[in-house]
């Protein structure tokens, strides 16, 4: 299995991205004007974004490539679709649940199955959900000292409104499907679309 070892700091400053949005680090002031000492071409905006995307969900060329096969042939727009199902993937509904610091550590989290879907364990980071779907932390996995740890540092972390989260139970049901306004980074998922589309 292939796995991404870059240091996200250097990355995130490379794509203009802030830290935050991967649940590392503090808010930092961004230079506008950092990356652009020289004139970027239409291309090279448009890998940025597909970088940018492939990075923060910690996705692979190949799968990143089938879920844009997958967003092109649903209802609507490629572009908000390519996020939907991006946002849908069972390791990112757990990071934004609070369950995890970052979205590498729950791909981790749910590989090693300390998550249900519907009360059946899943070990699958890229299993996307669907509305009405039920996530919960399994029951030997709520007395663990690293999910107590977790659940205390990610208190403050917003939980989007297509999630229902109860933080007794720590469990979350899916009320909607994703949106691009539920996003907490920027991106112009157009060009994705013009890259792929070429």
Not at 81 to 90: A, D, G, K, M, P
Not at 131 to 154: C, H, M, Q, W
Not at 165 to 193: C, F, G, N, Q
Request: aromatic share 6%.
């Amino acid at each position: 299995m292939a796995v991404s070892r870059e240091p996200i700091l250097k990355r995130c400053k490379a794509l203009g991205i802030s830290p935050m949005v991967m649940g590392v680090g503090k808010e930092t002031k961004r230079d506008p004007n950092a990356n652009s000492r020289k004139k970027v071409s239409e291309y090279g905006l448009q890998l940025r974004e597909k970088q940018k995307l492939k990075f923060i969900y910690g996705v692979l060329e190949k799968q990143f490539h089938h879920l844009f096969e997958i967003a092109s042939k649903m209802e609507g727009q490629a572009g908000e679709n390519l996020i939907t199902c991006l946002e849908e993937r069972l390791d990112n509904v757990v990071y934004r649940m609070g369950l995890s610091m970052t979205r590498r550590e729950a791909r981790q989290l749910v590989v090693h199955g300390h998550f249900n879907v519907n009360g059946s364990r899943v070990d699958i980071p890229s299993y996307r959900v669907k509305v009405g779907d039920e996530i919960s932390l399994r029951e030997n996995s709520k007395k663990s000292v690293k999910f107590k740890e977790i659940v205390e540092a990610t208190n403050g972390r917003v939980i989007p409104m297509w999630l229902d989260m109860d933080k007794e139970k720590l469990s979350a049901k899916v009320l909607r499907v994703p949106t691009k306004e539920d996003l907490d980074y920027e991106v112009e998922e157009h060009l994705i679309v013009e890259l792929y589309s070429k």
